[in-house]
Structure formats: structure tokens, C-alpha cells
């Protein structure tokens, strides 16, 4: 088919139709997504001309403030997945528990995890922000999902991706066989493959952090991005500084452009470390997206995607990128289990190393080699 002609819905049909056994499930759970994204990106597009600037007051369950258009993709992705019949159960960043399926529809194979808008603190200044996705097959056999569905490391996701509502709106997917890129054509409505095969570069030039929490930060990473900011052309340095302050809009340039993305963290309390971003709405699906197109995602020198979550809202450490980056910021990490578990410090949050892959513990590197 003419490249221009394909549409995102008929790319995930011709994925899913590659295994034998499928159903068709994944590809209309999928289509069911692409439906409440361009919902969210007509919003997003209105901008001041519609009403999704602003605070509703509240908090949500990591303690931020909600946002009106926050409020507005929760109820479009909700609506638009509930009654599909894909699905057993969801989880959302808006959520403090699992959210249901309405006993009224039927229950599908699949759990959806979401961050409904990610990048709220840019809403209203017209900056690029995003939802992230993150699919996997229910392990529980009928009715209602479970939390132990929900509690899954990265590398059980059948699919996953991510909505970009910048100066395009984006969707960006992978289901194992490789990561592609949709744009949407306004004039049809559609998502048109535009990035076919995604393949983020083994090196980079651009490094993205938060340099403000600098005083926060373990040594091994303050003395990484000292290292990236010195001159010497040989080994492409200084680095240039990337940072917008959306997950998805930094990880989406990293991942066409190569280079790193951090997100330490912040140890000003040393006998408690605390990370930020979600590992099972956030950092797994990007982790997996990332491994696909080629680069790494660590949490503390372990490979992120081993990473088995204890709780719904888990916060993780993370470090991704290109391969030859991440490798150089894990020799800053050094090779030793108290420094990379006092990066990781992810038992401060209830994330631990999955113990089924104990034996892979410390063979993170392994991912980084190949
Ligand atoms: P969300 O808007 O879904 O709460 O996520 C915010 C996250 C993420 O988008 C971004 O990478 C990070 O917060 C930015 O944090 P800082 O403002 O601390 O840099
Ligand atoms: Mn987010
Ligand atoms: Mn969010």
C-alpha cells in the first residue's frame, strides 16, 4: 500500500494479523484510543478558545494539581474504552484505585494503563504535551480485572505508545515489532503513517533534565551532566540542553533525535530518596518504546522494563535514550549494587526488582551491548 495511504487503524490490523491466534481485540482497542485522542487534540487546539485552562481545585493521587483539560482526557479516554468489550480493567495517573469496567458491558482480555495528559504544567502556555498508553493481556480469566493484572512489568506489554499534541498531533505505537509514527491530517481526520520504523540514533547530542533540581541529585548524575557540558569535539561534547517539562514531548525528540533523557531522584533527604515519574503509566510504556527503536531505559542500572511494580502509582528513577548515552552515564553509575541501588532507590516508592529475573539482576548491560 502507498505509504501516504496508510492509516493507523489499518497499520494495527496488518501488526496484530501477523500472529495467527489474534482476534482483533488489540487493533479495536487501539482504534477505540486514536477516537478519545483526537477528542483531546481538538481541545488542545481550541486552546483559549474553549474552556481547559485552569486548575479544578483538586488533587490527584501523586499529589499534583489537576488541571481542567487533565479532568477532560479522563473523561474522553474513560468514556471512549469502557463499553468497548477489550477490556477487563484500567488504570489512570487521575485514579487512585483501579477503574472499573460499568457492570453493564461486557469484559474484555486487555488492561489499559494511562497517563491521561502528561505535561499538564504546559497546558496553558501552548506548549506540546501528550497521553501515554500502556497495553497488557489480563493473566486473571474472566469477569472484573484484578490489581495483580495491573501490577505487571514493562516487558509483559503487549502494546504501547503515546499521543502527541504539538505544533502536529502525533501517535506513536509499538507492539513489539518495531515503533511507528502517525501524524493526523486535520482535513480527513486520520492518523497517516509519516515515521515508518523508528530507529532512535546510538548517540546523540542533546541531553534533557531538570537542571534546576541539581542540589537534589546523587553524585554519579551530578557528575555525568558535568562531563556532557565540558568541551571535546572528539567525543561530541558539550551537549546541548533540551528540556519542555512534558515527558512525552521530551521523549519523542530523544527518540528521533538519540541523546538522553533523565529524570533523577531528588536524594535532599538521603534517607528518602524521591523519584517522580510513574513507572507503570509513564516509564514502562516509554521504556519499551524506546528499547524497540533501539535505545535503553534503566532504572538504576537495571534494565526498566524488569522492573515489577508493587503499587498502582509507583515512582521510578529513570534514565533513556540512546544506547551509547545511556552506557556512558551507567560508567558514572558505576558497577557497584549500593550506588546503582541508592539511583534506583525504587523500594523508597514500592517498585522492586522483579525476583523471577534475579538471576538478570545485574546483567542490565547486556541490553546495552548488543
Ligand atoms: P503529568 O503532567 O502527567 O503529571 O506529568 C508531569 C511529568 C512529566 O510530564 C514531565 O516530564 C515532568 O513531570 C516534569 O517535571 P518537572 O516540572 O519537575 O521537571
Ligand atoms: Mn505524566
Ligand atoms: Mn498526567
Given at each position: 500500500?502507498?505509504?501516504?495511504?496508510?492509516?493507523?487503524?489499518?497499520?494495527?490490523?496488518?501488526?496484530?494479523r501477523?500472529?495467527?491466534?489474534?482476534?482483533g481485540d488489540?487493533?479495536?482497542?487501539l482504534?477505540d484510543?486514536?477516537?478519545?485522542?483526537?477528542r483531546?487534540?481538538?481541545?488542545?487546539?481550541?486552546?483559549?478558545?474553549?474552556?481547559?485552562?485552569?486548575?479544578?481545585?483538586?488533587?490527584?493521587v501523586?499529589?499534583?494539581?489537576v488541571?481542567?483539560?487533565?479532568?477532560?482526557?479522563?473523561?474522553?479516554?474513560?468514556?471512549?474504552?469502557?463499553?468497548?468489550?477489550?477490556?477487563?480493567?484500567?488504570?489512570s495517573?487521575?485514579?487512585p484505585?483501579?477503574?472499573r469496567?460499568?457492570?453493564?458491558?461486557?469484559?474484555?482480555?486487555?488492561?489499559?494503563?494511562?497517563?491521561?495528559?502528561?505535561?499538564?504544567?504546559n497546558?496553558d502556555?501552548?506548549?506540546?504535551?501528550?497521553?501515554?498508553?500502556?497495553?497488557?493481556?489480563?493473566?486473571?480469566?474472566?469477569?472484573?480485572?484484578?490489581?495483580?493484572d495491573?501490577?505487571?512489568?514493562?516487558?509483559?506489554?503487549?502494546?504501547?505508545?503515546?499521543?502527541?499534541?504539538?505544533?502536529?498531533?502525533?501517535?506513536?505505537?509499538?507492539?513489539?515489532?518495531?515503533?511507528f509514527?502517525?501524524?493526523?491530517?486535520?482535513?480527513?481526520?486520520?492518523?497517516?503513517?509519516?515515521?515508518?520504523?523508528?530507529?532512535?540514533?546510538?548517540?546523540?547530542?542533546?541531553?534533557?533534565?531538570?537542571?534546576?533540581?541539581?542540589?537534589?541529585?546523587?553524585?554519579?548524575t551530578?557528575?555525568?551532566?558535568?562531563?556532557?557540558?565540558e568541551?571535546?569535539?572528539?567525543?561530541?561534547r558539550?551537549?546541548s540542553?533540551r528540556?519542555?517539562?512534558?515527558?512525552?514531548?521530551?521523549?519523542?525528540?530523544?527518540?528521533?533525535?538519540?541523546?538522553?533523557?533523565?529524570?533523577?531522584?531528588?536524594?535532599?533527604?538521603?534517607?528518602k530518596?524521591?523519584?517522580?515519574l510513574?513507572?507503570?503509566?509513564?516509564?514502562?510504556?516509554?521504556?519499551?518504546?524506546?528499547?524497540q527503536?533501539?535505545?535503553?531505559?534503566?532504572?538504576?542500572?537495571?534494565?526498566?522494563?524488569?522492573?515489577?511494580?508493587?503499587?498502582?502509582?509507583?515512582?521510578?528513577?529513570?534514565v533513556?535514550?540512546?544506547?551509547?548515552?545511556?552506557?556512558?552515564?551507567?560508567?558514572?553509575?558505576?558497577?557497584s549494587?549500593?550506588?546503582?541501588?541508592?539511583?534506583?532507590?525504587?523500594?523508597?516508592?514500592?517498585?522492586?526488582?522483579?525476583s523471577?529475573?534475579?538471576?538478570?539482576r545485574?546483567?542490565?548491560?547486556?541490553?546495552?551491548?548488543?
Open positions: 500500500m502507498e505509504r501516504s495511504m496508510m492509516t493507523v487503524q489499518r497499520h494495527i490490523l496488518e501488526q496484530e501477523t500472529y495467527p491466534q489474534a482476534s488489540l487493533t479495536g482497542l482504534w484510543l486514536t477516537i478519545a485522542a483526537k483531546i487534540s481538538h481541545q488542545v487546539n481550541r486552546g483559549g478558545l474553549g474552556d481547559i485552562f485552569g486548575e479544578t481545585g483538586e488533587e490527584n501523586t499529589g499534583d494539581l488541571r481542567r483539560l487533565d479532568r477532560i482526557a479522563q473523561d474522553t479516554i474513560y468514556r471512549a474504552m469502557d463499553h468497548g468489550g477489550h477490556l477487563c480493567v484500567m488504570v495517573e487521575e485514579s484505585d483501579l477503574v469496567i460499568p457492570a453493564k458491558y461486557p469484559k474484555g482480555k486487555y488492561v489499559l494503563i494511562y497517563d491521561p495528559l502528561d505535561g499538564s504544567s497546558i502556555a501552548n506548549v506540546s504535551i501528550g497521553t501515554v498508553f500502556s497495553v497488557h493481556r489480563r493473566i486473571s480469566t474472566a469477569g472484573d480485572g484484578t490489581m495483580e495491573c501490577l505487571r512489568r514493562g516487558s509483559e506489554q503487549v502494546a504501547a505508545g503515546y499521543f502527541l499534541y504539538g505544533s502536529s498531533t502525533m501517535v506513536v505505537y509499538t507492539t513489539g515489532q518495531g515503533v509514527g502517525f501524524t493526523l491530517e486535520p482535513s480527513v481526520g486520520e492518523f497517516m503513517l509519516t515515521h515508518e520504523r523508528i530507529v532512535t540514533p546510538p548517540k546523540g547530542k542533546y541531553y534533557s533534565i531538570n537542571e534546576g533540581n541539581v542540589s537534589g541529585w546523587d553524585e554519579p551530578k557528575r555525568y551532566v558535568e562531563y556532557l557540558k568541551k571535546d569535539p572528539a567525543t561530541g558539550p551537549y540542553l528540556y519542555i517539562g512534558s515527558l512525552v514531548a521530551d521523549f519523542h525528540r530523544t527518540l528521533l533525535y538519540g541523546g538522553i533523557f533523565l529524570y533523577p531522584s531528588d536524594h535532599s533527604n538521603p534517607q530518596p524521591k523519584p517522580k510513574r513507572l507503570l503509566y509513564e516509564v514502562a510504556p516509554l521504556a519499551y518504546i524506546m528499547e527503536a533501539g535505545g535503553a531505559a534503566l532504572i538504576g542500572g537495571e534494565r526498566a522494563l524488569d522492573i515489577q511494580p508493587t503499587s498502582l502509582h509507583d515512582r521510578v528513577p529513570i533513556m535514550g540512546s544506547k551509547q548515552d545511556v552506557a556512558q552515564y551507567e560508567k558514572f553509575l558505576g558497577e549494587k549500593p550506588v546503582r541501588a541508592a539511583a534506583r532507590d525504587g523500594k523508597t516508592d514500592g517498585a522492586t526488582k522483579d523471577k529475573n534475579a538471576s538478570t545485574f546483567n542490565s548491560t547486556s541490553i546495552l551491548e548488543t
